[in-house]
C-alpha cells in the first residue's frame, strides 16, 4: 500500500496539468489505484489538517493567556507570538477547506460511478448486494463529513475572536488595554473547549470511516 500511494502520488503530480479528473482517474486505476482509495487519501489528508487545525487553535489560545499575563517588557514580544499564532491558524483553516473540497469531489466522482455500475449487473442478487454497500458507504460518509463541517463552521467565530483582539491590541498595547481583556478568557475557553471537541470527534469520524472502507 505504501509504494502504490507513492506511485499515485507521483502520477497525480505528473497529471496535474491536463485539468481533467478522468485521465487521472484512469491513469490511477492502471496503477491499482481506485476512486475507493483516493477517497480514503483525501479522508486521511483531512484528518490531518484537522489535527494541525486543532493544535494552532489550541496555541493561539495559550498564546492569548500567556499576553494576558505579561507584565511590563515582554509585551511585544509576546503579541508578536500571538499573532503568528494566529496567522498560522488562518493558514491551517484553508488547508482544511481546500481538503474537505477534495473529498467531496472524489466521493461524487466515486459514487456517481458505483451508480452507473449498477446497471451492469445482470444478477438481480449481485445488484442489489452492491446497491445495500453503496447507500452504506454514503450513509457513513455523509456522517463524516458532516462531522467535519460542523467542527469547521465552529473555527471561524474563535478565529475571529483571536484576530479581533489581535487588531485591536495593534495600536493599544499596552497594560491597560491588554488588563481590559482579561475577564474574556472564561468566555474564549468555552468556545475553544467546544471547538477542539468538535474537532476531535470529526477526527474520530474519519478514522471510523476509514477502517470501514479499508
Sequence with gaps: MPFRRFAACCLLLLLL???????????????GVYKRDILV???????QAQRVAKDEVTSAYEQFKSLLGVDGGDLERTYNKLKSAVDDTRDSVRNVDDRIAAIERVAGDLF??????????????????SEQKLRDTQARYQTMLKSMQTARARIDPVLQVFEDRVLFLKHNLNARAVSALKNEVGGIEGKVDVL????????????????AMQ
Design 112 to 129: 456517481a460511478e458505483w451508480r452507473d455500475e449498477l446497471k451492469q449487473y445482470s444478477s438481480d442478487s449481485l445488484r442489489r448486494s
Design 17 to 31: 496539468l491536463s485539468g481533467c479528473a478522468s485521465v487521472q482517474y484512469s491513469a490511477l486505476e492502471k496503477v
Design 196 to 211: 477542539i471537541r468538535d474537532m476531535e470527534a470529526a477526527i474520530a469520524e474519519a478514522d471510523q470511516f476509514i477502517r
Design 41 to 47: 487519501d483525501r479522508v486521511e489528508d483531512a484528518q
